[in-house]
Each structure stands twice: as structure tokens, then as C-alpha cells.
């Protein structure tokens, strides 16, 4: 049941405020105390954090990678599932090995999962399907409350792992004594102010679906962001090519002079994400760049970042203002919506893709 839209994929971004808020209150208690499942975990013994995981769920991994590193003080490694255990990586004894599945069941997932098994301290997961394979084998499974995802193009799934996976950088961060509890009361009021700050994220609806019209008669795409960024630009593209199968590519802000802007011309739409934050000055930068090869960019960015960057660009689309940490589940909005407008002004079938299954079960 589409309940009223169009496509399971555009129900699916519009229910985001609603199982956002829904995952949230599974593990928050009304005094803002975390909640994991069963007897939790420790982080205070865990030294490094190993990640693995396919598709849009490697995004997620690489945002809270960021995560985990500036707030919880922990480095952490992530892999995409299908490069993990064929390269034989040593894995230390204080090791959280966490893998992130929608669907619990993706074969190089639970190949990566499988070679941890006896190695890493504790095996965790991050899943939409508790009753699935990888579920199954994990020591501790966080379930992401996303409710049934239809659409092959994974969207409220991607933002629910995010916000669970930030869950999990501030339980580890308070079990590491690198949070004070002021701080932490924060984030925590950040976050449970994410789904109406979606809702505000969702009305620029019709800047998007214009902007995705520029795009829509375009051959190549380029999406750029810096630091958390970058992984919401790889989202962006690879919702793109998945079903408007418009050829995108992304690049940290950083790489494109060391050879991607030999692309850009007047023909190459250019996607900037960019929140007025501490990178902020630096990708716009990047972004002139690119406009000096005629490029056109549509820099997605909040009221004040746009005020101070829109000379010259193609189109912009304005996100509300967040903490700076939680931009990049903001974000995922734009990348998802660019996505889908562009497929329907296409005329593709945007919930079926060709090729693509929505589960994927051989390597
Ligand atoms: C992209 C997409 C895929 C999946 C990937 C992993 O929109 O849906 O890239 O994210 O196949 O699937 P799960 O999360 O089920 O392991």
C-alpha cells in the first residue's frame, strides 16, 4: 500500500520523521539515557571498531566512522563486505567488529561477519530484519524500527541506521569518559529534535523536484562533499545511477583538482553538499572551482551558507539548520529526493530498477 503516493520509494522518504522518532524512543529512555538490548556493551574495553557492509549501508558506515572517531575518541575501519575477508585483515583482540544490513541477509555481509567470528571481541549488527541470517549470528543485534522497506532504492532504512549508529558513537563515548554529561545531554537533545527537522527538510520538496529536472537531461552527474559529507555524496550518486541510470560519480571536495575536474564543462551538473559549517569555506572553494570550468552546481546547503555562496551557482536547495554532527541524516533527504525526481521526470521504473534486487544473496 503506497498510502497515497505515487511510489513505495516517495512513502518511504515521507515516513522518515515518523521511524526516525521511532527508533529513537527504542533506545532512549524520558531521562535521555541510552538503551542498548540485552546486557549492551562496554566500550570502555573496546580499542578499535571494524566495519563492513554493502551499498548505501557502507555509507552509513562511513558517516558514523567519522563519528565514532571525533566523538568517541575511537578509530575505526570500514570496509565495503565484499573486499573484507579476502584481504585477510588482522583483527586485534579489543576489536567491535558491527556490520549494518537492511535486509540482515546480504551474502558478503554475513561472509564478512562469518570471518570475525572467533576473532573480534564482540560481534555486533545493525539491522532492519531482526529474524535474518546476520541477526542471527551476531553477539548483539540493534534493530532500526524502519518498518518494511519495498522500494529496491534503500532511503528510510539508510537514515534509521544513521541515527542508531549515533546512538551508539554516544553510548561510546560516555563509556569512554570522552562526553561530558553536559554535552551529552546535547546530543541527545539534537537528536530527538531530527524528525521535525526532517519534516522542515521534506517541504523544500519543489526545489528539489526543480533541480531534478536540470538533472534529468544530464549525462554525467558529479556529487562532492567533504568530511561526513563525502559519504552523503556517494549516497547521492548512488541513488542517482540506480534509478534515473544517469552515470554519477562522487569525490571528497579535496580530490577533485587531483583529476576529476578534468570531467567537469558546461554539460556536468555538479551536486555540492555543504552545510555553513568548519569545512564549509573549504568546499566552497572546491565549488568555484568548478564554476570556473562552467560546471553548474546546485549547492544544497542551509539559510546562511547559501546567503553567503549562491553568486553564480545553477540552483539551490536549502536544508534547515542542525547540529553540525547530525547533517549528515539531514542531508540524506536532498540526495534521496534529487534521486527520485529525477527518475520520474525520466520515466524510470523507480521502485523496480533494472538489474537490481532488492536483497543480494550470492556474492
Ligand atoms: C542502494 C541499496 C543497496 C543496498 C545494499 C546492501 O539503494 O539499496 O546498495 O544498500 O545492497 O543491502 P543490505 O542493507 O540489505 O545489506
Redesign the pocket.
Known sequence: DKAGHKHFMAKEIAEQPGVIGQALSHYLTDEGEILLPGDGIDFSSIDRISMA??????YACMAAKYWFEQIARLPVEVDVASEFRYREPPIPARTLALF???????AD?LAALRFCEGKAQSILSVV?VPESS?ARESDLVLPIYAGVEVG????K??TCQLTVLYLLVLKAAKDRGVLSEAALADHISALRGLPSVINTALEQNTAMRDAAYKLSTARDVLFLGRGHMFPLALEGA??LK?ISYIHAEAYASGELKHGPIALVDEEVPVVVFAPRDVLFDKTVSNMQEVMARKGKVILVSDAEGIAEARDGVWATIEMPKIADALTPILYAIPAQLLAYHTAVAKGTDVDQPRN?A???TVE
Do not use: H, M, P, W
Request: charged fraction near 15%; hydrophobic fraction near 40%.
Open positions: 557492509a554493502c551499498g548505501t549501508a557502507s549494518v544490513s537492511q535486509s540482515g541477509e546480504t555481509t532492519n546476520i529496491v532504492a534503500s532511503t532504512a539508510f548512488l541513488k540506480e537490481l532488492k536483497s543480494v
